[in-house]
């Protein structure tokens, strides 16, 4: 009987002994021939013109196709983690900053140190090899402003690295949630994001954790409301870096941020509630969805009721009803109406002929809703003819017959178009004006008297 142990000996022995590279190297090609056995292509049939063009377009895996997912995973895991690697550390930065200090170049700006190209080039060959990107003579001329020495300010200079350093921790803070890697986040993605930050948030220490769903809906709601105003369901991540809103976000990790400040952060924990609370007080029936009759409370409650009745058949509603994130939206457009997003919104309710702009028959529908309502009230109504004078006088459009919309974002006036077509309290500001300014500056100069010294 033959001795197995004695014959493998043997012939192990025989072979020449390999390298770890060429172990390697063959474990490298047999995985490809398997690999490309089992997607059924030939490892080195390409076509003739990948000799002068690189492949640059590379299908995303299927969701079946588990391998090449979490192969593309981990690659994306890697990248960004080498990434991270690059950037300045706390420590780092400190000794960029001594450098700077180091090598000021004299006289001081006031109080302010100042620094010269020669010595500014001296800190970059001592900062070391993480901080040759900001250091070029664009970033200098950038900086420089009118010193006599050609000089710029150290400080200045530091914030634009701290500035950079920030923006780039917090791309790759954002591209770990984003989960098709293609730099852009979905509703599921920003709200992952949002909800892991809060407890690094000392502002919101004070949250039940039972509200942390309805503070995310509310804080992703703005991003989505400003940044995808086309409603595709996802959000570049450099719109993201590019807008206030994550700076609005992350500046409530500042423990002494005052009481003002709050109120005026849709991010902030008075914000949210205060929203939510608004919600809850106009859901009377307590189903935790808004009817018409409902939301027409919102305000002061002189939104026209053929606005209103526009708001539900252009809106997601559910049996009739508007829930939660529906009415965020709904908010978001009544608060900031001087914003084209929020004109965007507004404008598609009074274009009830879906012709993407506004006629005079448009107007007429809205406006006889306010002269309706100025008759309940006991006032005169207003003459259409004399406000649609007066709105297209405002506007000025291209076409002196039509409203576009991009003829009320480009006018300023789109505020106060759509508080007089739709908001009874809007239109009575808007025709009492010279009043209302007549008597301003007189309570100014009372108060100017006695809060201040001449």
Not at 228 to 238: E, M, N, V
Not at 280 to 308: A, C, I, Q, W
Not at 414 to 433: A, K
Request: glycine share 4%.
């Amino acid at each position: 009987m033959m001795d197995w142990k004695k014959a493998l000996k043997a012939h192990v022995a025989g072979k020449p002994t390999r390298s770890e590279e060429e172990k390697r190297a063959e474990e490298t090609q047999l995985f490809t021939e398997l690999y490309c056995q089992w997607k059924g292509v030939q490892p080195n049939r390409q076509h003739q013109s990948f000799k002068s063009i690189p492949k640059f377009y590379f299908k995303l895996p299927a969701e079946d196709e588990v391998l090449q997912q979490k192969l593309r995973e981990e690659s994306r895991a890697v990248f960004l983690q080498r990434r991270s690697r690059q950037l300045l550390d706390n420590d780092e930065l400190q000794g960029l900053w001594f450098l700077l200090d180091k090598h000021h170049t004299p006289p001081l700006m006031g109080d302010e140190k100042m620094i010269n190209y020669e010595d500014f080039l001296k800190v970059s060959a001592e900062a070391g090899p993480k901080c040759k990107t900001y250091f070029t003579a664009t970033v200098f001329a950038k900086l420089l402003q009118k010193d006599p020495y050609g000089r710029i300010s150290i400080m200045q200079f530091f914030n634009y690295v701290m500035r950079k350093v920030w923006l780039h921790q917090t791309r790759i803070g954002l591209s770990l949630y984003d989960v098709a890697g293609q730099g852009y986040l979905k509703e599921a993605d920003l709200e992952n994001y949002i909800l892991e930050l809060i407890p690094t948030l000392p502002q919101l220490d004070g949250l039940e954790k039972s509200f942390y769903s309805f503070y995310v809906c509310t804080a992703v709601r703005k991003f989505f409301f400003f940044l995808d105003p086309l409603r595709t369901g996802r959000i570049k991540i450099q719109d993201i870096l590019a807008c206030s809103f994550l700076d609005d976000l992350l500046e409530l990790r500042d423990e002494d941020l005052s009481k003002e400040m709050q109120e005026s952060n849709w991010f902030s924990a008075p914000s949210a509630l205060r929203v939510y609370g608004q919600y809850l007080n106009l859901d009377k029936d307590h189903n935790g969805m808004l009817s018409k009759e409902e939301l027409s409370r919102y305000g002061t409650g002189t939104l026209t009721p053929v606005f209103l009745n526009r708001v539900f058949q252009e809106c997601l509603t559910y049996d009739g009803e508007m829930d939660y994130k529906t009415y965020l939206d709904f908010v978001l457009a009544m608060e900031n109406r001087k914003e084209p997003q929020a004109l965007q919104y507004i404008f598609r309710l009074l274009d009830i002929q879906n012709r993407s702009y506004l006629n005079i028959f448009a107007l007429n529908t809205f406006f006889r809703a306010i002269q309706e309502q100025m008759k309940i009230h006991g006032q005169e109504p207003v003459s259409f003819e004399d406000v649609k004078d007066e709105i297209f006088d405002m506007v000025k459009p291209a076409d002196p017959l039509k409203i576009t919309l991009q003829d009320l974002i480009n006018s300023g006036q789109g505020e106060t178009v759509t508080n007089i077509l739709i908001d009874l309290n809007g239109f009575w500001t808007y025709e009492n004006r010279e009043v209302l300014v007549q008597e301003n500056p007189a309570d100014d100069l009372e108060n100017f008297g006695e809060g201040e010294e001449v």
